[in-house]
């Protein structure tokens, strides 16, 4: 019982000792809040990153908020809003989140998630736009395009609501982000959207079909690849069609 007491009385201690110094830094915080001198020194900017990130930069960053003449550095702590710096952040379609909040240093933290692109959209007419991973559109940066680029007949909804799905299982799988550069849409007798994928390697055609089931589809041609490509050659066949389930069905190219 008296060590369980012990037990008892030292986790009040670390808890009253925690309280106590929360309300001491409330304290300094508030003071230096309402202090007239109180300027922020600095902008801590955290941009996280992956593979096919690099849309947003420190720099546009720091131009989008002195555009809007709510850059954080050199102003008053107390007349800096976060709200409205995450605000206007939000406005940037690359921006998937964004966290801003000040620290008793007198700086003031930007954390930022960007979204992530998985497509590229080519429409006919030259213009295009990205697609990220949650299907979200991204209208066209000058940002260099460094994923599968899709071609055809592509409404914004098939784009969303497949394309998406296929661009992300690509770009995240280092095998298929290095074997597709290019996807052309088009449709079938039934009126159904087909896909044909164009390779980086060889000179084939691979006929994907619905986008139905293209997991296995694509799990079927790497087994292909890994087991006869090695003996055959990446140029042999002008076409390869995956659409018919189970089957793997090749179109020789034609000897001259």
């Known amino acids: 019982m008296k060590l369980k007491r012990g037990i008892q009385l030292i986790t009040a201690a670390i808890l009253l000792i925690g309280v106590a110094a929360y309300i001491v830094y409330a304290i300094c915080w508030a003071a230096e809040e309402r202090d007239p001198e109180a300027i922020c020194t600095s902008v801590e900017l955290n941009i996280e990153q992956n593979q096919h990130s690099g849309f947003i930069t420190p720099a546009t960053i720091e131009q989008t908020l002195r555009t809007a ?29 964004v966290t801003c909040y000040k620290t008793a240093n007198r700086k003031v933290h930007i954390d930022i998630t960007q979204r992530t692109p998985v497509i590229y959209i080519l429409k006919a007419d030259g213009n295009g736009y990205y697609v ?6 991204i209208q066209k940066t000058t940002y260099p395009v460094n994923m599968p680029v899709a071609t055809g007949k592509i409404t914004q909804r098939y784009a969303q609501k497949c394309l998406s799905r296929l661009g992300n299982y690509i770009v995240g799988n280092d095998f298929w982000n290095n074997q597709i550069e290019q996807l052309y849409v088009s449709t079938n007798s039934d009126g159904e959207y087909t896909i044909d994928i164009i390779p980086r390697i060889g000179t084939g055609i691979i006929k994907l079909g619905t986008i139905a089931n293209y997991e296995k589809k694509l799990s079927r041609l790497r087994t292909f690849y890994e087991k006869a490509v090695p003996t055959i050659g990446w140029n042999k066949y002008t076409t390869i069609d995956l659409a018919y389930d189970g089957q793997i069905i090749c179109k020789k190219q034609k000897k001259k």
Do not use: H
């Open 69 to 97: 003449n709510i850059y954080p550095a050199g102003r008053n702590m107390a007349d800096i809003s976060t709200r409205a710096i995450e605000a206007e952040l939000q406005k940037n379609d690359f921006v998937e989140d």
């Open 132 to 137: 990220d991973r949650n299907g979200k559109i």
